[in-house]
């Protein structure tokens, strides 16, 4: 059964950054691409970021291009998400999420695998 649990969500000003943490168990990391994708209230899920098994090549939606930055440590099993210059915009609960195969994907139904969430809030 794979688990994954992030961490690193909370309460921060505009301007301000955040860092989030994934670790994950169950089945060979290294062999699976990784994602992060979040949901504000009254909207859908939506991807922000994904990165390929190796950690070499990663993707990002326009909203935080720029601004967030994915990263992986293999020897790990964990996946990052490094979130600067945040905006109330961001306010969302974040979810890590592992691929059906190596393939980096931002679409929803390419992940198996999700974890429980963690509350970002940004005020202004």
């Known amino acids: 059964q794979v688990q994954l649990v992030e961490s690193g969500g909370g309460l921060v000003q505009a301007g301000g950054s955040l860092r989030l943490s994934c670790a994950a168990s169950?089945?060979?990391?290294?062999?699976?691409?990784m994602g992060w994708f979040r949901q504000a209230p009254g909207k859908e899920r939506e991807f922000v970021a994904t990165?390929?098994?190796?950690?070499?090549?990663?993707y990002y939606a326009d909203s935080v291009k720029g601004r967030f930055t994915i990263s992986r440590d293999n020897a790990k099993n964990a996946v990052y998400l490094q979130m600067n210059s945040l905006i109330p915009e961001d306010t969302a609960v974040y979810y890590c999420?592992?691929?059906?195969?190596?393939?980096?994907?931002?679409?929803?139904?390419?992940?198996?695998?999700w974890g429980q969430g963690s509350q970002v809030t940004v005020s202004s």
């Open positions: 169950g089945r060979t990391f290294s062999t699976y691409a």
């Open positions: 999420a592992q691929a059906f195969s190596s393939s980096l994907s931002f679409k929803r139904n390419d992940y198996i695998y």
């Open positions: 990165i390929g098994d190796t950690g070499r090549v990663t």
